[in-house]
T-cell receptor, first 113, second 109 residues
Framework: GAGVSQSPRYKVAKRGQDVALRCDPI?????LFWYQQALGQGPEFLTY????????KSGLPSDRFFAERPEGSVSTLKIQRTQQEDSAVYLC???????????FGPGTRLTVL | EDKVVQSPLSLVVHEGDTVTLNCSYE??????LLWYKQEKKAPTFLFML????IEKKSGRLSSILDKKELSSILNITATQTGDSAIYLC?????????FGKGTRLHILP
């Protein structure tokens, strides 16, 4: 497809497990963003990549959160030792440039029991 | 601290009514103001506003930015039940985008 895809769409993890969330951006989009959206809230910025470079990770809530985009295309958001407060929808968005329109993927709904 | 505040948080109107959603922002090195519509999925883009006073229009939706007041409004005229959604406003700075909590709009038939 031509849009942003994310997998898995749903993930249930036991507290303490590690999870990995994948984002496939639109082909050719250099900018990739990760957001966390808790129930009833707007998306909160987590981190941003320009190609393979992670230019801003100020939104990552703790050092348990780690994101990478090694080849400047697919990105993975990893959460180690998940906790209940990590339960949220994780949205990925890509754009052709930092100040251009962002296209969102469908999100991954993470539930930590 | 950068922030985006939307009001009202929720709104219920009857089909055919006109609604105005508000957004105020404080964003370091402000670049643009974005509006999104979110239903039971990821947000879909509505408008990007960079210049003050220039209205952007798409069908029954329109939006305008006031850089002096650090605010924006989103208008929806002749509302339809399909307009029921959460409307998100976001301010974009140099290196990040900050979302408001959204306005939950419900249109009664």
């Amino acid at each position: 497809g031509a849009g942003v895809s994310q997998s898995p769409r749903y993930k249930v993890a036991k507290r303490g497990q590690d999870v990995a969330l994948r984002c496939d951006p639109i082909s050719g989009h250099v900018s990739l963003f990760w957001y966390q959206q808790a129930l009833g809230q707007g998306p909160e910025f987590l981190t941003y990549f320009q190609n393979e470079a992670q230019l801003d990770k100020s939104g990552l809530p703790s050092d348990r959160f780690f994101a990478e985009r090694p080849e400047g295309s697919v990105s993975t958001l990893k959460i180690q030792r998940t906790q209940q407060e990590d339960s949220a929808v994780y949205l990925c968005a890509s754009s052709s440039g930092l100040y251009n329109e962002q296209f969102f993927g469908p999100g991954t709904r993470l539930t930590v029991l | 601290e950068d922030k985006v505040v939307q009001s009202p948080l929720s709104l219920v109107v009857h089909e055919g009514d006109t609604v105005t959603l508000n957004c105020s922002y404080e964003v370091t090195n402000f670049r643009s103001l974005l509006w999104y519509k979110q239903e039971k999925k990821a947000p879909t883009f509505l408008f990007m506003l960079t210049s003050s006073g220039i209205e952007k229009k798409s069908g029954r939706l329109s939006s305008i930015l006031d850089k002096k007041e650090l605010s924006s409004i989103l208008n929806i005229t002749a509302t339809q039940t399909g307009d029921s959604a959460i409307y998100l406003c976001a301010g974009r700075g140099d290196d990040k985008i900050i979302f408001g909590k959204g306005t939950r709009l419900h249109i009664l038939p």
